[in-house]
Structure formats: C-alpha cells, structure tokens
C-alpha cells in the first residue's frame, strides 16, 4: 500500500511554492520521496523547507519554456506538474481597476497554468500526472472577485479539455480545488472574527482548512494510486458545497 501512494523515483515541479499551498505541496511531495522543483517569483521561501527542495526563482506568467526544457535536460523527464501559482484581486473600486484585476487574474491563474502544461508536456513519459490546483470559486459563486471565479472556473474547464487531448499519452490531469484554507490569501478574512465564523459554519466540519488538509489530496492525484482517474474535480473544501443552508 506505501508503495502504491509513494512518489519515490518521480520528478516533481511545483509552482507557488515560496508559500501557502505550493510550498506545503513542494514540501509534502518531496516528503513521499520525489525530487521536487519548486518555482516562485519571490528570491526565497519564506521557511526553509523541512525536506529536500531544489528552489528556483522565476515568473510563470513570463516565457517559461527555456526553464522546464532546463529542468527536464537535468532530471531527464517531469513527471509531475502542480500549478499552484495563483493570486486573488477582489474588491477593486473602480471599473477600470476592476478591469485591470480581471486580466491579471486570467494571466496567473489560467493562462500561466496553460503555459506550464504547455511546457511541461514534451518531456512527461506515460504516467505523468498534472494537478491544476482551482478552487471551491470554479464551482459556485463567491462576492466581490469576478476574475478569480472566472479564472478558476476557467482552470477547471481547461483541465478537463486537457485530460481529453492528454489521455492518449498517458498522462492524467487532475483538479485539487480547496475551499477555505488559511493562508496569506486569506488572512484577511481568518483575522475578521466575523467573517472566520461565517465560513466556519459553512462547512460541514466547522473549522477552517489548513495547508496539510491537502496534502493527501495531492500526492493521490501525483500517484500511482490514481492511475485511472483523469479529469476530475477533488474537493477539499470540509463539505462546503455539500452543505444547502449557512
């Protein structure tokens, strides 16, 4: 059963890895035995990594191919792509601000990840795994931050479209989608007593989630124990979409 889950031997690279969700994913999977690249823009991890990370700082959403093409030179191959990079841009108070947000959300959060599977591809082997993480926002509606809603909701569309086209080389693309994780992107909101209790209550389990709620996701979707699963949508979320009344 460990060897099932075991990611010993596999090539991994995580993108947003400097913090929050990619960090926790770069440093989890390396963790379960992979070689993990983790790429960010920030120069270092805020922490150090509690396991062996080869750290590369870089902007997916600029030319990222030369990179992966370095990396695979290297490793000879990627065997597992996780697109964690994303940004959050609500409440912008004017429509042009509003209009500017939208297309940077688009630019991180889906076209970046487009590019990464783009660049990615030429160098997976059958088996491969591809793991865009989105979020409860591709599914159902969230106030004040239209352009991550359509940004994510776009991710999840473009993972399934690439399950499709990638299938036939035996490489799996998968959604992680967290619901309410406490992060920097969410620090805001957690600090507001107010707003951490009304999304407390919307889950089933009446707490929060954390980093390492979804690590097991993660690996699952990076593994061999997933070898048949391909285009779908894994919810870590405490129930929230689960749950009809607030």
Not at 39 to 45: D, E, V
Not at 64 to 78: K, W
Request: hydrophobic share 45%; with cysteine.
């Amino acid at each position: 059963m460990s060897l099932l889950f075991s990611l010993a031997g596999k090539v991994a690279i995580v993108t947003g890895a400097s913090r929050g969700i990619g960090f926790a994913l770069a440093d989890g999977m390396a963790a379960a035995g992979a070689t993990v690249i983790a790429i960010a823009r920030s120069l270092q991890p805020r922490v150090p990594f509690s396991t062996p990370v080869e750290y590369i700082s870089a902007d997916v959403s600029s030319e990222i191919g030369p990179l992966f093409t370095s990396i695979a030179q290297v490793h000879r191959r990627i065997d597992i792509l996780v697109n964690a990079a994303g940004i959050s841009l609500p409440g912008a108070p004017q429509d042009a601000a509003q209009r500017a947000n939208f297309e940077r959300s688009l630019q991180v959060n889906l076209i970046s990840p487009f590019a990464c599977c783009l660049a990615a591809r030429p160098h997976m082997p059958p088996g491969s795994s591809i793991i865009n993480v989105t979020s409860i926002g591709s599914i159902v509606g969230l106030p004040d931050n239209p352009g991550y809603a359509a940004a994510k909701g776009g991710l999840r569309m473009l993972t399934k479209g690439l399950a499709v086209d990638y299938g036939t080389a035996g490489i799996r693309v998968n959604a992680l989608a967290p619901g309410y994780i406490h992060t920097d992107m969410t620090a805001k909101s957690f600090a507001d007593p107010a707003l951490n209790a009304q999304r407390r209550r919307h889950t089933c389990l009446d707490r929060w989630g954390t980093v390492d709620d979804l690590l097991g996701a993660a690996i699952f979707l990076a593994s061999n124990a997933s070898a048949y699963v391909t285009g779908h949508d894994l919810i870590v979320d405490g129930g929230w979409i689960a749950k009809g009344l607030v």
